[in-house]
């Protein structure tokens, strides 16, 4: 691939967008390879967590490929966001945890690639913000919806009408982000997290990643019915059985992850 990279060292899988000399802005061959890094990790049952970055300290990713927009006509101005749109929802709907490394500038396509992961640390450096109103336009790949989701319509319409880009500890502030490292140390940070994730039960975890998301665009009385029926599911799992009996032997699960 020519943008995208993929590291796989034992379950955790790293992708890296590295398009350094646009700051890894979005262009359609980075959202496709993204694409088909996604697919194929959500086929590979050895990777059970997947973390997101930027290449170099200065950008994760700096928005979609601005040079594509003044010859946008209206209808290809909708696909370009469809575009976008689907490759994101993609990454949202990974049964394994998806976390955001973000190592500087998250802005516009970039701040919702983070927003489109489940969980998002950042470097004391990253800076955050939808700036597309600086350019006459409206976030596209998501940011519409999952900015006001995440952190609640006014923090959000302050980031999205503003175009004003926050850092990092502003953005932890807001709850936009988890928590805050210095750049040196955010992926060995990141990864400590992973490995707490990764010593629980996946099936629970995607059970979880699934209910969570299901039930954002329902009513709470569907999203319970929805949490009881996966809570009945994750009964048929081999991990159950394992989780309640180390809890009552007073030993550390042994998950195998079915
Ligand atoms: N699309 C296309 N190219 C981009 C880009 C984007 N979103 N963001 C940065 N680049 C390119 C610049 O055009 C420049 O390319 P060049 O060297 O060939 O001219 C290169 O990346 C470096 O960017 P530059 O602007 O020189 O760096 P800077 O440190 O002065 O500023 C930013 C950094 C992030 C503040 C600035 O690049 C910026 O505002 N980018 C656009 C952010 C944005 O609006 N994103 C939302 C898009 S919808």
Do not use: C
């Given at each position: 691939?020519?943008?995208?990279?993929?590291?796989?060292?034992?379950?955790?899988?790293?992708?890296?967008?590295?398009?350094?000399?646009?700051?890894?802005?979005?262009?359609?061959?980075?959202?496709d390879e993204?694409?088909?890094c996604f697919l194929d990790?959500?086929?590979?049952?050895?990777?059970?967590?997947?973390?997101?970055?930027?290449?170099?300290?200065?950008?994760?990713?700096a928005g979609a490929d601005?040079?594509?927009?003044?010859?946008?006509?209206?209808?290809?101005?909708?696909?370009?966001?469809?575009?976008g749109q689907t490759v994101f929802s993609l990454i949202e709907s990974s049964s394994k945890p998806v976390i955001a490394a973000v190592n500087g500038f998250a802005l516009g396509g970039g701040c919702e690639l983070a927003l489109a992961c489940h969980l998002r640390y950042a470097s004391d450096n990253a800076v955050f913000g939808q700036p597309e109103v600086k350019l006459g336009v409206i976030a596209g790949y998501g940011g519409t919806q999952r900015l006001?989701?995440?952190?609640?319509?006014?923090?959000?319409?302050?980031?999205?009408?503003?175009?004003?880009?926050?850092?990092?500890?502003?953005?932890?502030?807001?709850?936009?982000?988890n928590d805050v490292f210095t750049l040196a140390e955010l992926l060995t940070k990141v990864e400590e997290i992973v490995k707490v994730i990764l010593a629980q039960g996946s099936q629970a975890q995607a059970f979880t990643l699934n209910v969570v998301y299901?039930?954002?665009?329902?009513?709470?009385?569907?999203?319970?019915?929805?949490?009881?029926?996966?809570?009945?599911?994750?009964?048929?799992?081999?991990?159950?059985?394992?989780?309640?009996?180390?809890?009552?032997?007073?030993?550390?699960?042994?998950?195998?992850?079915?």
């Open positions: 691939m020519e943008y995208v990279k993929l590291d796989i060292h034992g379950a955790i899988a790293r992708v890296t967008i590295d398009r350094q000399g646009k700051l890894n802005a979005l262009n359609a061959t980075v959202l993204l694409e088909s990790l959500q086929e590979n049952s050895a990777v059970r967590a997947v973390i997101v970055t930027g290449a170099g300290e200065k950008s994760f990713v601005i040079s594509q927009f003044p010859s946008l006509t209206p209808e290809e101005a909708q696909a370009f966001s469809v575009r006001p989701r995440l952190i609640g319509t006014g923090r959000a319409l302050d980031l999205l009408l503003s175009g004003r880009m926050v850092k990092a500890k502003e953005a932890h502030q807001m709850g936009l982000v299901k039930g954002a665009g329902k009513s709470l009385a569907e999203g319970l019915k929805d949490e009881a029926t996966a809570f009945r599911n994750v009964f048929e799992t081999e991990d159950r059985v394992e989780g309640a009996l180390a809890f009552l032997e007073r030993r550390s699960p042994k998950f195998k992850n079915r």
